[in-house]
């Protein structure tokens, strides 16, 4: 079985510009949260989808991101404009059932803006 | 204070010693907690559920210590597998998977 897949794994861009990263979480799984590592930090929380509904999205840093899940599968998340604070690994979950299952984490994207 | 508290090491063992890292919680209310290994540039895993007193799963025991506050890793006869970054994790107060608290990890470096 496919584990969540993230897509790309590395994104270099220049501060200003528009990135979009992908999560694909484990088939079934309706869950879907987003979190995010910047340098020297610990993960945190952005976002959580149940389904194509945002269930919480509290961790949202501010108005420049973007967490789309349309049709409840794969999960978009946007950042624009980027700036260079936005580096850092961005992991993608995926459980089950609400709360009661395990959650899977993806390998993350490394996004580096310059 | 942040709420998950670890000290980030190194800890530098040969094979085979015991090693052991605490992580503090500042919210006294949390029931469970979690121990995930995260190996270099890869994802966090899951390595331990912690929701009472402790919990043993082979060379890794993990204790719970309520009145102080801090939930505690034990690894005995360390392997060169078990270098990694080690994050405490608490969940919500609700609790499950969702809106995970994580500790910044305590990196274990296991050498010959």
């Known amino acids: 079985e496919a584990g969540v897949t993230q897509f790309p794994s590395h994104s270099v861009i220049e501060k200003g510009q528009t990135v979009t990263l992908r999560c694909d979480p484990i088939?079934?799984?309706?869950?879907l949260y987003w979190y995010r590592r910047v340098m020297g930090k610990e993960i945190k929380f952005l976002l959580h989808?149940?389904?194509?509904?945002?269930?919480?999205e509290s961790g949202m840093p501010n108005n420049r991101f973007l967490a789309e899940r349309t049709g409840g599968t794969y999960s978009t998340l946007k950042v624009q404009p980027a700036e260079l604070e936005d580096s850092g690994v961005y992991f993608c979950?995926?459980?089950?059932?609400?709360?009661?299952?395990?959650?899977?984490f993806g390998q993350g994207t490394r996004l580096t803006v310059v | 204070r942040k709420e998950v508290e670890q000290d980030p090491g190194p800890f530098n063992v040969p094979e085979g010693a015991t090693v052991a890292f605490n992580c503090t919680y500042s919210?006294?209310?949390?029931?469970?907690f979690f121990w995930y290994r995260q190996d270099c540039r890869k994802e966090p895993k899951l390595l331990m559920s912690?929701?009472?007193s402790g919990n043993e799963d082979g060379r890794f025991t993990a204790q719970l210590n309520r009145a102080s506050q801090y939930i505690s890793l034990l690894i005995r006869d360390s392997k060169l597998s078990d270098s990694a970054t080690y994050l405490c994790?608490?969940?919500?107060?609700?609790?499950?998977?969702?809106?995970?608290?994580f500790g910044a990890g305590t990196r274990l470096a296991v050498h010959p």
């Open positions: 979950a995926s459980s089950q059932t609400q709360g009661d299952t395990e959650a899977f």
């Open positions: 088939s079934g799984h309706d869950n």
């Open positions: 989808f149940v389904k194509e509904s945002k269930q919480d």
């Open positions: 919210n006294s209310a949390s029931q469970s």
């Open positions: 912690v929701y009472s």
């Open positions: 994790v608490v969940p919500p107060l609700s609790g499950g998977y969702n809106k995970l608290i």
